[in-house]
């Protein structure tokens, strides 16, 4: 059995990459658990000086990865690039941070419980499984490892099954550094022994990222183990511009939050929420904008949007214009598969849409934006919240009472006032309803994986 890196650009297969059998998983898991168990013994100092190291080996690399990002799935090659530079900043963060982030906390007044000290600390798990996807192949696993290392924990990482170069490049990158054998190690295996994976006792949490189906199935499997697990799903993210707002940096923000990465993001605007009173501005200003993009070979520094990184990614998000496109809806610039080879689906802007149209309720996982009229701030609120999603959101406004409540009201984990959504390892992320639980990145993501642990003394 093997997994295969496709190019999405041509639909050729580049390299053929052996799974991982029984044994070796097996293998692997023991190699972590014994790294696990040394890396707690292990000073913040030490693991920091190896965590520097490892951003070094990605910046020195960051052309060469980026390149092999883009053949895996198909983003243009300056943002392949920048995700590479992105998460070595993000592995020096932690190096620099995490002692701060899990120091003891000591309880001002211990009398008060009848002890002469009492305090909190943070102590690591142990091996901890991440279950990645492809759409940001560095960025992704990089916000789970430089954390869970740097608390102590051992990693083992199932990508998704059409980045296997990336998956082998995490399989050495930290013993390069200069971590013990076996700290991070890739299980190059299918999603369907992910199941005996996370039964293992060795394996004490789990992180996923991925579709709602995925975390589904992993919280089960988490639940019926007693695991702790965190899990980032799918987003529908509304982008809310009201009559207050500078309009043509809002429709210039719109466009490349909803194309970045071939608009294949959680977090990316793809429900546009527009008051009638500036609709028909901002509409003529952000049909002008995508129809100006370049879609071609990611590879090409001109390129605006590449393709979708598979075959059924791009024929899902077909299936969701089509319907859309039966049930009434316009098409204002798009709608269709251009010609030639390769998984391309050109940027799309679909308006009129209803309650009966899939797109109204499903993610849209490619350059494909949905246009809708509000009558009224009220209105718009509804439109945003009327999805089982609560990932994140942006609202443009420059009227402050304004801001704060849609800031109160908006069902989700984040709201962007006057900006498009981005990752920061400053900042904690994660969503609420469907788009999962838990938080990534800051000093909440490094604690999600650490027993916190109460210390009483007489």
Known sequence: MTLATINPTTGATEVLVKRHDRVETLERIDEADVAARKLRSTTFEQRARWMHAAADILTDQAEGLGELITVEMGKPIQ????????????????????????????????????????????????????????NYPIWQVVRFAAPALMAGNAGLLKHASNVPQAALFFDTLFERAGFPG??????????????????????????????????????????????????????????????????????????????????????????????????EEFAEAFVAHMSALVVGDPLDPSVDVGPLATRGGRDDLMELVDDAVAKGAEVLVGGYVPEGDGFFYAPTILAGLDGSMRVVQEETFGPVASLYRAESAEDALRIANQTSFGLSSSVWSTEPEEQSWFLRNLDAGAVFINGMTVSYQELPFGGIKRSGYGRELAADGIREFCNLKTVWKA
């Open 182 to 279: 076996g700290s991070f190690r890739t299980l190059l295996i299918g999603g369907s022994e992910v199941a005996d994976v996370l039964s293992d006792p060795r394996v004490k949490a789990v992180t996923l990222t991925g579709s709602e189906a995925a975390g589904r199935s992993v919280a089960s499997i988490a639940g019926d183990n007693i695991k702790k697990s965190v899990l980032e799903l799918g987003g529908s993210d509304p982008f809310i511009v009201m009559p207050s707002a500078d309009i043509a940096s809002a429709a210039v923000t719109a466009v490349r939050a909803r194309i970045s990465n071939n608009g294949q993001s959680c977090i990316a605007g793809k429900r546009f929420i527009v008051h009638t009173d500036v609709y």
């Open 79 to 134: 943002q392949s690039v920048a995700e590479v530079h992105k998460s070595a900043k993000a592995m020096r963060f932690y190096a620099d941070h995490a002692e701060e982030f899990l120091a003891e906390v000591p309880l001002e007044d211990p009398a008060v419980v009848g002890a002469s000290r009492a305090w909190t600390c943070y102590e690591s798990l142990g091996v901890v499984l991440a279950v990645m996807p492809w």
